[in-house]
């Protein structure tokens, strides 16, 4: 068996398409432009790549974006009063942080001082309540665009066995949270496994849909999953590479060579999850403006 490559770069600008209809459809109808602002602190350049992304994105889908750029030692005040600023800015939808922040400015209390009804990246506690509730307003970026990847590709989980890998607030809660929904493409039987899970390879040879974020290279490997399995690979492991322009190359938390033998369908990485969630992320942006519009006429 040969796995099916679920291609999300091209499902993603398949999203971002959508997008910017609806960019140009709440343009039109309400003369509203949908404004996203991204947050970064430090100088990581990993991290300042993936903002000018997002930016650039965010443009290409007639978008007001803008970003804000704080030094490292930017003090839990100033952030604060940042925050509180976009937070009152009718030109502002959508509020990113990008993560991580330095060790200093704690990562909850930040996320706590964006409004909900900004919050795009869905992580405040409120937008994670709703989403736990089952009527989610804003879904994390990337959870909602593994959900759009397994959609898109006829691979819906309803009725299905989803092993999830890794709990954490970002992917493996959400996802889980996401998936096991009484709602059309979703209702599925969820399991998620993480480090204090006793007899990893018993659980994921169970899935129908294997769902890993751990943060671990080639952790799945081809013995963990059973044939005709459907992978999706959230991992973005660097590895220095001098023969790559950029230096490094990409691993996910799947051995693709061995487990791709045996899957139905399967994510690379680069390539799989990753564009999916700054679409989503837009998505969330376009949902943001809408509301307020809602609010607005009612």
Not at 234 to 241: L, S
């Amino acid at each position: 068996m040969v796995a099916s490559i679920i291609n999300g770069t091209e499902i993603a600008a398949q999203v971002k398409a959508e997008v910017a209809q609806g960019v140009a459809e709440v343009k039109q109808r309400h003369g509203v432009t949908p404004g996203l602002a991204v947050v970064l602190v430090g100088d990581d350049p990993a991290s300042a790549v993936y903002v000018a992304s997002k930016q650039k994105a965010a443009s290409e889908a007639g978008m007001h974006a803008e970003d804000h750029k704080l030094a490292t030692a930017t003090p839990m005040e100033a952030m604060e009063a940042l925050l509180k600023r976009l937070n009152a800015d009718a030109n502002v939808h959508g509020i990113l942080i990008q993560l991580p922040l330095p060790k200093h400015l704690n990562e909850h209390a930040v996320m706590e001082r964006i409004s909900p009804d900004k919050d795009v990246d869905g992580l405040h506690p409120v937008n994670m309540g709703l989403l736990l509730a089952g009527r989610p307003r804003f879904v994390p970026a990337t959870p909602a665009g593994i959900q759009q990847l397994l959609l898109r590709t006829g691979h819906s989980p309803e009725g299905k066995h989803v092993v999830v890998c890794g709990r954490s607030d970002i992917v493996g809660k959400p996802v889980a949270a996401l998936l096991m929904h009484k709602a059309p493409g979703a209702n599925a039987t969820v399991t998620v496994c993480h480090t204090g899970t006793r007899d990893l390879p018993s659980l994921t040879r169970q899935a129908d849909i294997l769902i890993a974020a751990m943060g671990r290279a080639g952790s799945i490997k081809a013995d963990m999953v059973k044939d005709g399995v459907v992978v999706i690979d959230v991992g973005t492991n660097r590895f220095e590479d001098a023969s790559k322009k950029s230096g490094y190359r990409l691993v996910g938390d799947v051995d693709y060579e061995v487990v791709s033998k045996r899957a139905a369908a399967i994510t690379p990485v680069p390539g799989g999850v990753g564009p999916m969630t700054i679409a989503m992320l837009l998505a969330n942006t376009l949902k943001a403006a809408m509301l307020r519009v809602q609010h607005e006429k009612s």
